[in-house]
Each structure stands twice: as structure tokens, then as C-alpha cells.
Antibody, heavy 119, light 107 residues
Framework: EVQLVESGGGLVQPGRSLKLSCAAS????????MAWVRQAPKKGLEWVAS????????YYPDSVRGRFTISRDNAKSTLYLQMDSLRSEDTASYYC????????????WGQGVMVTVSS | DVQMTQSPSNLAASPGESVSINCKAS??????LAWYQQKPGKANKLLIY???TLQSGTPSRFSGSGSGTDFTLTIRNLEPEDFGLYYC?????????FGSGTKLEIK
């Protein structure tokens, strides 16, 4: 069974940093591209970052490029999201998601972790 | 960026009825449109990808259609467990973008 379990969320002050982790199990982690998707309270879904299966390719929307960094450790089957220079508008639940390799839809999701950016 | 316009925002129906949710892309995304279901306390679930391909485990009462810019999710013979939030998402190009969601409620 595919499982994605996020951790590392919490309350952080504006301008500070936070690192999220996603522990994957039930599949060959190194074979799949991965992603982070977020959802602000009472709002819709927003794609945040993606990374290729080997880690050599990373992709971001303009809203987080230069502030967020996605990475992975295939030996540990773990995905990361380093979030720097956090803003109040980054407050959201952050979901780890698996990309289907060829067509890139998000075929499995974690249950999410909450990040609150507030002073 | 490809803008995804999803309608309606809210939908009320009774078990046994059929409903349709629409998603319009601001430019052609070929067939690369996915539909997700979101329910409280559960992981988001992929229902359909590439416009009309049912994900393994998705009941056959769900169907997807469309290509280019206009897509539709149809749910026939609604079951109680079908009520929740539905999102479309284009997976044709970066940045991946989602529709604003449709809340399907029991009438």
C-alpha cells in the first residue's frame, strides 16, 4: 500500500524558515517524480514544487521560486521541502504527492501537514 | 500559465441522481486533465486522468470527457460517499494548475 506521511509543520514567524519531510513507503520511491501541493485555509489547491525521480530536475511556480527548495533522499525514501523567507500567504496545509511518471498527474497524496506563518 | 475555470462552485443533488462538473482551460491542454476528490480527514483521491482514463479503483459511475480546453466530470447514480469537494487540474505543462473546486452536497 502506498503511504505518504508528512511531518515538520508548525507555527513560524514571517521571514523565518521551515523544512517539511515526507516519508514514503509501499512503492519504489526512486522510480517516481514527487511533488508538494498546498491549500490555504478555505481555499483551493496550489502546486508548489516537483522533483524528478533522480532529483536532477526541480520545478516551481513563480509564487515560491527562489524561496522554496524541493529535494529528495532516495536511500531514505524521503521527500523534503525547505521553505525560506516565509510569508503569511504561505500559511496552508502542505501535501506530499506522487507523480505518475509519464503523464504526471498526482496519483497518491499524503494527508498533509499544517504550516502557519504568523508573528 | 494555464488558467482553469471550474463550474459550478456548488452543487446539490440527491443519491441516485446524475451530476456534471465542468472545467475550462485558458488554452489547449490536449487530453491532460485530472479530477480529484477531497474529503475531510482523508487523502485526496485521483479519480480520472488524461481526460477520461479512470484511475484504478474509481467506480464506473464516474466518467470524464473532453479535450483541448473543455472537460466534464460526470457522476451517474450518486452514492452517499460521492459527496465532497472535486478539483480539476491540468497536467499538460508546468506550472500545473487547479480549478477552484466544486462542492457537491446532499440535497
Amino acid at each position: 500500500e502506498v503511504q505518504l506521511v508528512e511531518s515538520g509543520g508548525g507555527l513560524v514567524q514571517p521571514g523565518r524558515s521551515l523544512k517539511l519531510s515526507c516519508a514514503a513507503s509501499g512503492f519504489t520511491f526512486s522510480s517516481f517524480p514527487m511533488a508538494w501541493v498546498r491549500q490555504a485555509p478555505k481555499k483551493g489547491l496550489e502546486w508548489v514544487a516537483s522533483i524528478s525521480s533522480g532529483g536532477g530536475g526541480t520545478y516551481y511556480p513563480d509564487s515560491v521560486r527562489g524561496r522554496f527548495t524541493i529535494s529528495r533522499d532516495n536511500a531514505k525514501s524521503t521527500l523534503y521541502l525547505q521553505m525560506d523567507s516565509l510569508r503569511s500567504e504561505d500559511t496552508a496545509s502542505y501535501y506530499c504527492a506522487r507523480h505518475y511518471p509519464t503523464t504526471e498527474e498526482f496519483d497518491y497524496w499524503g494527508q498533509g501537514v499544517m504550516v502557519t506563518v504568523s508573528s | 500559465d494555464v488558467q482553469m475555470t471550474q463550474s459550478p462552485s456548488n452543487l446539490a443533488a440527491s443519491p441516485g441522481e446524475s451530476v456534471s462538473i465542468n472545467c475550462k482551460a485558458s488554452k489547449s491542454i490536449s487530453k491532460y486533465l485530472a479530477w480529484y476528490q477531497q474529503k475531510p480527514g482523508k487523502a485526496n483521491k485521483l479519480l480520472i486522468y488524461s481526460g477520461s482514463t479512470l484511475q484504478s479503483g474509481t467506480p464506473s459511475r464516474f466518467s470524464g470527457s473532453g479535450s483541448g480546453t473543455d472537460f466534464t466530470l460526470t457522476i451517474r447514480n450518486l452514492e452517499p460517499e460521492d459527496f465532497g469537494l472535486y478539483y480539476c487540474q491540468q497536467h499538460n505543462e508546468y506550472p500545473f494548475t487547479f480549478g477552484s473546486g466544486t462542492k457537491l452536497e446532499i440535497k
